[in-house]
């Protein structure tokens, strides 16, 4: 048996739409289908749906997930193909890990906002700015408005 688009966007929750871009970027690899264009997708393509699913939830971008669907479906020998991953892991751990600690500095920036409501005041952040901006170009540093400079 087979599962039409809607079906198996309808299984898996995913869209039509990332079903077929996931074909188009090669995630997903010989949907069959008919001479009107229908897709038809086998348990074989639930499988790597449900392994791109899981790729995409811990942040793999689609072309990594292409990369890692070409490995599983090329020559490598078992431990070549863990040993690939593993290392595909750690970089996105460190990556993920990074955007963390930046998102971390933001809440800590918004937490300070709400609490002092001082999203506006770009003074303080900026008084450098400005003064570098007056001594380089100071043309440029006449037109930028005084209320967000401070008085002179």
Not at 32 to 54: M, Q, S
Not at 112 to 132: A, K, P
Not at 136 to 149: G, K, S, T
């Amino acid at each position: 048996m087979e599962l039409s688009i809607g079906q198996m966007a309808e299984l898996t929750g995913l869209t039509p739409r990332t079903l077929r871009l996931w074909e188009k970027v090669g995630i997903l690899f010989n949907v069959r289908r008919e001479d009107n264009g229908y897709r038809f997708y086998t348990g074989c393509d639930l499988r790597d749906i449900v392994l791109a699913k899981r790729l995409q939830a811990m942040g793999f971008s689609l072309k990594e997930m292409r990369e890692i669907m070409d490995d599983l479906r090329g020559e490598l020998d078992f431990d070549e193909l863990r040993m690939r991953n593993t290392d595909r892991l750690w970089v996105l751990h460190e990556r993920l890990k990074r955007e963390i600690e930046e998102r971390e500095i933001g809440r800590e920036m918004i937490s300070h906002h709400l609490v002092n409501d001082t999203l506006l005041d770009i003074s303080v952040e900026s008084s450098d700015l400005f003064q570098r901006t007056q001594t380089v170009y100071p043309e440029f540093y006449n037109l930028i408005p005084r209320d967000w400079v401070g008085s002179d």
